[in-house]
């Protein structure tokens, strides 16, 4: 299993398709090139694009901005620096993010929706290293690694005309693709009980001290359409309710409705899904194979024979 401390987060990858994706990113960190990231929504992808820049060793800030937050007119005004004046409501100077993010890494999130104007802004900053202050004649050279995050493929945004072709090619080089969760069985156990954990530590006092199986074998197998994120409301949302109601384990009736009732969507654990997923719950048991069962509610020697099936 690989843990990956980023910031206050933590990127748990245990399946191939995702210990392959965190690996390619380390490998891409320390090159001073722009990065496209590409998944579904949810995914985890501002989280993966901080990894990134903490294995980068820049000095400067991680500065990130979603295209869906800001109005065209705001998103422009927020890029294009400017000093008090530059417009009627410019009252004071403002540093945008290819400023603040200096020496650092720029993380731009949702690419669908960036405005063709900036993403003229980002073209010159890659090609000349220049950005204009709005409300001045003087160009600051600028240096920052580039991330980009897109829910689409590239060549699907330049036949929409959402994206300006030649900022396809500076993004074209390095892509690493981030997997949807649906299917990364033991990468939704992991995450299942890193958010568990997380909730019962912020919220302190009595609570569930686990995840019964049977509610776990739920988590694992619905199909996620919300990715990471749904999963982690899910989670807190269920150890709320079973808090709540003094249970000892999150159980089954804890989860949301629409997790617990829909098997319509669910997918079966292959063996090499349960191969994987034994070998996590040794490892989250403290290499104990009777506590290992409990969390997957086996008999121990399934743990072993697993973990022995899946052994290198």
């Known amino acids: 299993m690989l843990h990956v401390a980023v910031a206050t987060s933590v990127v748990i990858a245990c399946s191939a398709a995702m210990v392959k994706a965190v690996a390619l990113a380390r490998r891409l960190a320390p090159l001073p090139r722009p990065i496209l990231l590409v998944g579904e929504t949810g995914v985890g992808k501002r989280l993966l694009a901080r990894f990134i820049h903490s294995c980068s060793g820049r000095p400067g800030d991680f500065v990130a901005v979603a295209g869906s937050e800001l109005s065209e007119a705001l998103l422009h005004d927020e890029f294009a620096s400017h000093d008090p004046g530059a417009f ?3 009252h004071r100077r403002l540093r945008g993010p290819f400023e603040r993010a ?5 993380f731009l999130d949702e690419l669908p929706v960036w405005p063709r ?3 003229s802004m980002v073209l010159r900053a890659l090609d000349e290293g220049l950005i204009a202050r709005r409300g001045t004649e003087r160009e600051l050279p600028v240096s920052w690694r580039l991330i980009v995050a897109s829910q689409r493929a590239l060549d699907d945004l330049v036949d929409d005309g959402r994206l300006v072709p030649a ?16 299917g990364r069985f033991v990468d939704i156990a992991a995450l299942s009980y890193h958010f568990f954990d997380r909730v019962r530590e912020e919220l ?8 019964e199986p049977e509610a776990l074998e739920r988590l694992v197998t619905y199909r ?4 990471v994120r749904q999963l982690r409301s899910v989670v807190e949302w269920s150890w709320v309710q079973a808090a709540a109601s003094a ?5 089954t009736a804890d989860l949301p409705s629409s997790v617990a009732l829909d098997s319509s969507s669910r997918e079966a654990v292959d063996i090499e899904g349960r191969h994987a997923l034994s070998r996590w719950a040794f490892e989250r048991a403290g290499c104990n194979r009777r506590r290992a069962a ?12 697993h973990r022995r099936a899946a052994a290198p």
Do not use: C
């Not at 996620?224 to 990715?227: E, F, L």
């Open 167 to 182: 900022l396809r090619w500076w993004l074209d080089e390095f892509v690493i693709a981030v997997p949807p969760l649906r």
């Open 247 to 251: 249970a000892e384990r999150i159980r």
């Open 294 to 305: 409990a969390l997957l509610g086996v008999h121990p020697n399934t743990i072993d024979n």
């Open 117 to 119: 104007a900036v993403q």
């Open 102 to 106: 200096q020496s650092g890494t720029l």
């Open 224 to 227: 996620w359409p919300g990715n």
């Open 204 to 211: 302190g006092g009595p609570g569930p001290a686990l995840i």
């Open 88 to 90: 009627v409501s410019a």
